[in-house]
């Protein structure tokens, strides 16, 4: 039984994130974690009310990182997970498996779009495996995503694609998250719109704070 406590909110509509970066090497400080310092970054630039977060650095097992979601949903209760790394074809890539393996609902749309953005740079996108979830216990539910493993994959993946002129070529993944977080029950969450334009129908929005 674990005996960590359940993370508190500074605000209703603080977002409570989990982030967990796969890799062997990694994890057995081989070399230095990039994939978690990059996503506080940009999710600290991003949000409009800067999140709280809870982070696991673990290696290429299954069973390791299904109980890592578990553990960040059920016990922490985080609304959102993100997990970077091993999401490819080798033999040490499970996290899809173990992604599908603790889910309640499977969100097929965010790994088409992931792999849409990739494959404006490299043909290899498609063998990508990433896939997004909902997760829902009696009380709570959170959406876990599946995102690369680089740094600038991880942004243009939920940053989307823009001209020179900072028009939107490919919308980014988190376009989608804030209201798919309302629709499972979590806090209302904004962005800043020079980084994500999150999208929410008029029924939807709320009085927005100003940038």
């Avoid at 039984?1 to 062997?24: A, C, K, Q, Y």
């Avoid at 299904?66 to 890539?93: F, I, K, Q, Y």
């Avoid at 959170?142 to 690369?148: D, E, K, M, R």
């Avoid at 994959?153 to 376009?175: N, P």
Wanted: charged letters at 20%.
């Amino acid at each position: 039984m674990s005996t960590l406590l359940r993370l508190v909110r500074n605000h209703p509509d603080e977002l409570l994130v989990g982030l967990v970066s796969i890799s062997d090497r990694a994890s057995s400080g081989t070399y230095e974690d990039q994939g978690i310092p990059a996503l506080q970054a940009w999710l600290g630039e991003t949000l409009l009310q800067a999140p709280q977060f809870a982070s696991r650095l673990i290696p290429d097992d299954p069973e390791q990182i299904s109980a890592a979601l578990v553990e960040l949903v059920d016990v922490l209760g985080c609304d959102l997970v993100l997990t970077t790394g091993g999401t490819g074809p080798a033999r040490r890539d499970v996290t899809p498996e173990a992604t599908l393996a603790v889910a309640t609902k499977e969100m097929p749309g965010f790994g088409e779009q992931m792999r849409q953005i990739s494959l404006k740079f490299v043909p290899t996108a498609i063998l990508s495996r990433q896939v997004a979830v909902i997760r829902e216990t009696s009380d709570h539910a959170a959406l876990i995503i599946n995102l690369p493993g680089q740094p600038k994959a991880i942004k243009e993946t939920l940053e989307g694609l823009k001209d020179a002129d900072g028009q939107v070529l490919v919308a980014g993944v988190f376009a989608a998250v804030p209201y798919c977080i309302d629709l499972i029950g979590g806090p209302y969450i904004e962005t800043r719109k020079e980084r994500v334009a999150a999208f929410r129908p008029k029924s939807a929005l709320r009085a927005c704070r100003s940038d």
